[in-house]
């Protein structure tokens, strides 16, 4: 049905393209660029269709697991990807260069058909089978055994190796698994990886840009983007250092100097999560003031039996007391927020995912009763907010202000729902009291979620820019990796990993080519949003700090929030900026004066310690033998996740 659709509205705009281009006698725009914009706006109606089905299928295989879903989703890819290359063909015979601003953004934006722009069919359907093959390899990848005994028992990522990381201080038992991980679900991919980046390449290329890392870096608008974000990291740099230094410190007290070297790298395995991207699950070790005033709401939750539905009813609330759009009744009757109890496989990592037709928006997550779900919670359900507000946009502008807003706007309303002011008033943090020492704790905490993520954020995507580039070749893939973790972050691999190992492909987003940048991104600009809509609430009045800010209430806060998301992405995303915060461009002061007192006490923490800021590169940790545990390192597959080219495309256009 919709291929009949397309096939019309390319014979129509053909049969107007002989118009000529005259100019209108007041100076308008041109017949022929009234054709232009006719034809760009049938194909956004058409579009809407086909990502509407397209969108359905996904959704219904993510949450049912089968083979006939999975059959029926590539099925729907593929028409979606003809669809875009059709369009591609046919926009490109007109001349944009008389046109005026807004119509050639319609076009760019439109023009962008991701891998679908890969003409030759044997290199597109190449493309999608590597691609397809990495996620399949990655997402079912487990680690089988113990490293002190021998034992059939497996796991994965997201139940017990998470776990372990998150709660074991026992150095070898997480450098085994550390290792275990790594080897088994990055080593697989290398060779596939390479082949990924030369095909991926061609298709940037077909998109009119020399790499894929240019290509997504042209999404944020900005000729010297990558100027921007290492001058921001350079801001932020001694932040990072100093909480860098005080961590080590406290590691060494639990390890001991053999294993945590005083002016070393950080044993990569050792920071409570598998990537060392964010600290907070070893807070316990590193609280200015051990056991004071901890902000942990998991047990009221539970004391309290609130359920799902519930914890996403007091997400509904916070929105609500902004003045914000009400999630519709579909979002109610359509979302999965609990993992189903009659036998089906689902994806379970929390998303929000929108249809574009009508209200339809949803929420897929398999909720836990905890505080780290709740705050997943009201990030998701900012998506949610920023669908409905650009809801009367065209197909073209309904999308973020560029690829970190989506990410920045979730976070932006976590930063107040996290605050124990904000728990307290909801009823679900009683017995904390307002010091100086619980601050300090609480912004410890916060540190080590938002401060330890930077380097990390920055360094993913600059590895595969270099990469995409040439600059870093397949034979130095592991190489160039370890040195820029080392350069950034500061830490080192608990083993000697050498070019037989991808460690890479050990993280998610780059078997998925899901771009990271964004959280990086995102993770400044949610304080600059903070700030703003702070002080638009009158939160920051008579000296209050920005870190016990918490906007809930605040109609004009909502307001001012709700003006910049409305714009979608019918502007470029400084004037999206513009709107709330009043400058075009990103800006890192307010993250650092979020942060002032603790700085501020972990310089003169780390002065009376005698902590050197920085590391020593050439510092290895000690070599372990796992020659006698009971790895056995296999590699189940069960089901291919994440199989279609579309998956990415999504996520490029809607976040």
């Not at 397209?54 to 979606?80: F, G, P």
Request: with cysteine.
């Amino acid at each position: 049905m919709h291929h009949f659709g397309i096939a019309v509205l390319f014979v129509w705009i053909l049969g107007l393209s002989c118009v000529c281009t005259i100019a209108t006698e007041d100076g308008g725009i041109t017949d022929m660029e009234k054709t232009a914009v006719e034809f760009v706006d049938a194909y956004s109606k058409v579009s809407t269709d086909l990502y509407f089905d397209n969108t359905v299928a996904l959704w219904t295989y993510q949450t049912n697991l089968t083979d006939y879903n999975q059959r029926k989703m590539v099925e729907s890819n593929l028409e979606c990807a003809k669809a875009e290359l059709d369009f591609f063909k046919n926009a490109s015979k007109f001349d944009l260069s008389n046109f005026t601003e807004e119509t050639k953004r319609k076009f760019k934006i439109m023009m962008y058909i991701g891998d679908a722009a890969l003409q030759d069919t044997a290199k597109l359907k190449r493309l999608q089978q590597v691609t397809a093959e990495m996620e399949r390899l990655y997402a079912t990848a487990k680690v089988c055994g113990h490293y002190k005994e021998t034992t059939d028992h497996c796991m994965s990522m997201d139940d017990e190796i998470k776990t372990i990381f998150a709660t074991s201080r026992d150095y070898s038992e997480l450098a085994w698994l550390w290792t275990a991980w790594h080897d088994a679900s990055g080593k697989q991919l290398r060779e596939l990886y390479t082949e990924f980046v030369e095909l991926s390449n061609l298709a940037a290329q077909a998109n009119g840009h020399p790499d894929q890392g240019a290509l997504w870096r042209w999404k944020y608008e900005v000729d010297d983007f990558e100027e921007q974000v290492l001058e921001m990291y350079e801001t932020l740099k001694p932040l990072y250092l100093n909480v860098h230094a005080y961590i080590r410190r406290k590691l060494i007290t639990v390890y001991g100097e053999e294993y945590v070297n005083p002016k070393g790298a950080i044993p990569a395995h050792l920071l409570g999560n598998m990537w060392a991207q964010q600290w907070q699950h070893i807070l316990d070790l590193a609280e200015p003031y051990p056991g004071m005033n901890m902000v942990d709401i998991t047990s009221s939750l539970r004391e309290k039996n609130y359920t799902p539905i519930q914890m996403f009813q007091e997400a509904e609330g916070f929105f609500n007391s902004l003045g914000l759009i009400p999630a519709p009744e579909e979002f109610w009757n359509n979302s999965l927020i609990e993992k189903p109890t009659d036998g089906r496989d689902v994806v379970c990592h929390a998303s929000a995912w929108d249809f574009l037709v009508g209200n339809d928006v949803r929420m897929k997550m398999c909720t836990s009763i905890d505080m780290e779900d709740f705050i997943v919670i009201h990030h998701e359900m900012g998506h949610i907010q920023y669908y409905l507000q650009y809801r009367h946009q065209p197909f073209y502008y309904k999308s973020g202000a560029n690829p970190a807003f989506h990410e920045a706007v979730g976070d932006v309303l976590a930063l107040s729902v996290a605050t124990p002011a904000h728990l307290r008033k909801i009823g679900l943090l009683e017995d904390y009291k307002d010091n100086p020492e619980g601050e300090l704790n609480f912004l410890m905490k916060m540190s080590l979620e938002k401060i330890a993520f930077l380097p990390f954020g920055l360094m993913v995507d600059l590895w595969r820019w270099k990469v995409f580039s040439g600059e870093i070749t397949p034979e130095e893939y592991n190489k160039k990796w370890w040195e820029l973790r080392m350069e950034y972050q500061g830490v080192v691999p608990p083993v000697e990993r050498s070019e037989e190992y991808f460690d890479p492909g050990a993280k998610h987003h780059i078997p998925a080519n899901s771009p990271y940048i964004r959280y990086f991104v995102s993770f400044i600009i949610q304080f600059q949003f903070h700030k703003a809509l702070c002080q638009e609430a009158g939160q920051l009045n008579n000296g209050n700090p920005l870190h016990k800010c918490d906007i809930h209430g605040s109609k004009a806060a909502g307001k001012k929030l709700a003006d910049m998301l409305k714009l979608g992405k019918s502007k470029p995303w400084p004037h999206a900026m513009e709107a709330i915060t009043g400058q075009r461009k990103m800006d890192a002061a307010p993250l650092v004066e979020y942060f002032s007192p603790l700085i501020e006490w972990l310089e003169e923490e780390n002065r009376k310690n005698g902590d050197e800021l920085g590391w020593d590169p050439t510092w290895r940790p000690p070599p372990l033998d796992f020659s006698h545990s009971g790895q056995k390192n296999l590699l189940y597959t069960t089901f291919s996740l994440y199989v279609c080219l579309l998956v990415v495309w999504i996520r490029q256009r809607t976040f």
